[in-house]
């Protein structure tokens, strides 16, 4: 089983900001667009944001498009999600995926390897 590793989750107010990193192996990272999922309680998992091999291609959900950025460092072999101007509808379990591709998308089956997910939960 290949995980990725999630970090930086934790809690917020609405309205504040956090930043989720993960680190993949090279063998999952290397050619491989990234993505973030995230799932409620008592919901379906659902795309979040997805980033192209390269970086040079971005794709986000409506509902957090202008308040999320998705980032990478191939160097280092990381994904960011910077999260700002949170509400307490994006209290989830965030999840990191590789996809089978190199170009974003935002069907799950598309993403070959996920990490164990990081708790994010916003007050109001």
């Known amino acids: 089983q290949v995980q990725l590793v999630e970090s930086g989750g934790g809690l917020a107010q609405a309205g504040g900001s956090l930043r989720l990193s993960c680190a993949a192996p090279?063998?999952?990272?290397?050619?491989?667009?990234m993505g973030w999922f995230r799932q409620a309680p008592g919901k379906e998992r659902e795309f979040v944001a997805s980033i192209s091999w390269s970086g040079g291609n971005t794709l986000y959900a409506d509902s957090v498009k202008g308040r999320f950025t998705i980032s990478r460092d191939n160097a280092k072999n990381l994904v960011y999600l910077q999260m700002n101007s949170l509400k307490p509808e994006d209290t989830a379990v965030y999840y990191c995926?590789?996809?089978?591709?190199?170009?974003?998308?935002?069907?799950?089956?598309?993403?070959?390897?996920w990490g164990q997910g990081t708790q994010v939960t916003v007050s109001s």
């Open positions: 995926a590789a996809s089978r591709q190199a170009v974003v998308t935002p069907t799950p089956w598309d993403y070959r390897y």
């Open positions: 090279g063998r999952t990272f290397s050619g491989s667009a």
